[in-house]
Nanobody, 119 residues
Framework: VHLVESGGGLVQPGGSLRLSCAAS????????MSWYRQAPGKERELVAA????????NYADSMKGRFTISRDNAKNTVYLQMNSLKPEDTAVYFC?????????????WGQGTQVTVSS
């Protein structure tokens, strides 16, 4: 199983970035996908999530209206479009795949991609 994030980098406040997470080694279309982030000295937090078929999305309050999660099941890829970026968005962004089976679940993580918002 591999989840490979890309698209991070340095951007000025107010700018935009588009993160991608390419998945392999599992049936991507059966998994809900999420983006999390972790800033230095802080706990990992949920940024956004999307259902397995893309029909349902969920965002952390501070990201609503600025970030958009989407997926392309034909390409086994999930995206995070980030607009109006703020310095407090600086963090390592991680891709997560999760599928629940009754009382159990499968849970995979990528290595993360650094996003730095600074002038």
């Amino acid at each position: 199983v591999h989840l490979v994030e890309s698209g991070g980098g340095l951007v000025q406040p107010g700018g935009s970035l588009r993160l991608s997470c390419a998945a392999s080694g599992f049936t991507f279309s059966r998994y809900a996908m999420s983006w999390y982030r972790q800033a230095p000295g802080k706990e990992r937090e949920l940024v956004a999530a999307i259902s397995s078929r893309g029909g349902s999305t969920n965002y952390a309050d501070s990201m609503k209206g600025r970030f958009t999660i989407s997926r392309d099941n034909a390409k086994n890829t999930v995206y995070l479009q980030m607009n109006s970026l703020k310095p407090e968005d600086t963090a390592v962004y991680f891709c997560n795949a999760r599928r629940e089976y009754g009382l159990g679940f499968s849970d995979y993580w990528g290595q993360g991609t650094q996003v730095t918002v600074s002038s």
